[in-house]
């Protein structure tokens, strides 16, 4: 690597600086290009695996601005076969609207839980009626 290239990382980097990291599978790895404030080029590493990129972009980084490995965000892009990128989306779009759904669910539960048995209902009565366990009325009642 050249001196003048890390010399100018080093530079221009500083606590939460922003660079962009690239990513494909490629092989049995996924190869990563590091672009940011200061690298004159994208910076060329590897991960193993995709729970890998992160980290291994973060030492990467250390290594070129010598900062610590928390010091500085990061935007990671995963490059996928134009066949596989709408399902992907698709799924993770929907765990998101899942996920928020849950917590939703979660509230409305615990609150018609807090009203029937102040208005008087047992928790048996309470569980049948929102169609979850006793034990979980006792879960969301905070007992």
Do not use: H, N
Request: charged share 25%; proline share 3%; aromatic share 6%.
């Amino acid at each position: 690597m050249p001196e003048e290239f890390v010399q100018q990382a080093m530079a221009s980097a500083g606590a939460g600086a922003a660079y962009r990291v690239r990513c494909e599978r490629r092989g049995g790895g996924w190869l990563l290009w590091i672009g940011g404030p200061g690298l004159a080029e994208e910076y060329v590493t590897q991960a193993r695996t995709y729970e890998d990129v992160d980290d291994a972009a973060r030492a990467a980084l250390a290594g070129l601005v010598g900062a610590p490995i928390d010091s500085f965000e990061l935007s990671i892009e995963v490059v996928l076969a134009p066949e596989l990128q709408e399902p992907v989306v698709l799924a993770r779009r929907l765990r998101r609207k899942a996920a928020a759904a849950q917590r939703q669910s979660v509230a409305a539960l615990e609150r018609a839980a807090r009203m029937l048995t102040a208005a008087g209902y047992t928790r048996r009565d309470a569980a049948a009626l929102l169609g979850v366990s006793r034990q979980r009325i006792s879960q969301l009642l905070g007992e």
